[in-house]
């Protein structure tokens, strides 16, 4: 059964770059795209962008500029880097498989909560 | 890209069935066969419940079914059971290849 676990700073100052490293353990990492999503508290999910484990990625357009995504297949991993963050992108950030290449998500992780402040 | 749009909340009695609505347009719900819908209880993470418009992934009760018609994508909830007191999101596939979420549809089961 894969498993996946966020893990990163829980506190990112602003202007700073917030990054995040997704574990996947219980399954490889290749043959699959894998996705980040968020959640600001009390609001709705965000998708924020996909890498596949041959190096494709995408990104949603109101990120894009700030936004890195990379796979790590020695390491089982994947991560997230956003960078130039405010208090608007304090949320709950999310990792996941992507099945049928990445129209939906089949494994989630628990989350994890990042909050940007001073 | 812009949100799909979820009706804010939905409520039904214990056994008796709700639909929840989801509507793009042309360039993601309407154009592809790849709506999904996923399941969050307070301080949970999401869970997959319907994929590819109307597949549910092993394990998943057939009480949830999902549909397509036109722009619109619509998840049923069947003999509505007290543990699906949840907030419902779809998610489509867009033309720039992204995914998109709906805003979420809060769940009460009276």
């Known amino acids: 059964q894969v498993q996946l676990q966020e893990s990163g700073p829980g506190l990112v100052k602003p202007s700073e770059t917030l990054s995040l490293t997704c574990s996947v353990s219980?399954?490889?990492?290749?043959?699959?795209?894998w996705i980040w999503i968020r959640q600001p508290p009390g609001k709705g999910l965000e998708w924020i962008g996909y890498m596949s484990y041959s190096g494709s990625t995408n990104s949603n357009p109101s990120l894009k500029s700030r936004v890195t995504i990379s796979v790590d297949t020695s390491k089982n991993q994947f991560s997230l880097k956003l960078s130039s963050v405010t208090a608007a992108d304090t949320a709950v950030y999310y990792c996941?498989?992507?099945?049928?290449?990445?129209?939906?998500?089949?494994?989630w992780g628990k989350g994890t909560t990042v909050t940007v402040s001073s | 890209q812009s949100a799909l749009t979820q009706p804010a909340s939905v409520s039904g009695s214990p056994g008796q069935s709700i639909t929840i609505s989801c509507t793009g347009t042309?360039?993601?719900?309407?154009?592809?066969?790849?709506v999904s819908w996923y399941q969050q209880h307070p301080g949970k993470a999401p869970k997959l419940m319907i994929f590819?418009?109307?597949n549910r992934p092993s394990g998943v009760s057939n009480r949830f079914s999902g549909s397509k018609s036109g722009n619109t994508a619509s998840l049923t909830i069947s003999g509505l059971q007290a543990e699906d007191e949840a907030d419902y999101y779809c998610s489509s596939y867009t033309g720039s290849s992204t995914l998109v979420f709906g805003g979420g549809t809060k769940l009460t089961v009276l």
């Open positions: 042309s360039s993601d719900v309407g154009g592809y066969n790849y």
């Open positions: 996941a498989r992507g099945g049928n290449y990445y129209a939906y998500m089949d494994v």
């Open positions: 590819d418009v109307n």
């Open positions: 219980g399954g490889s990492i290749s043959g699959y795209y």
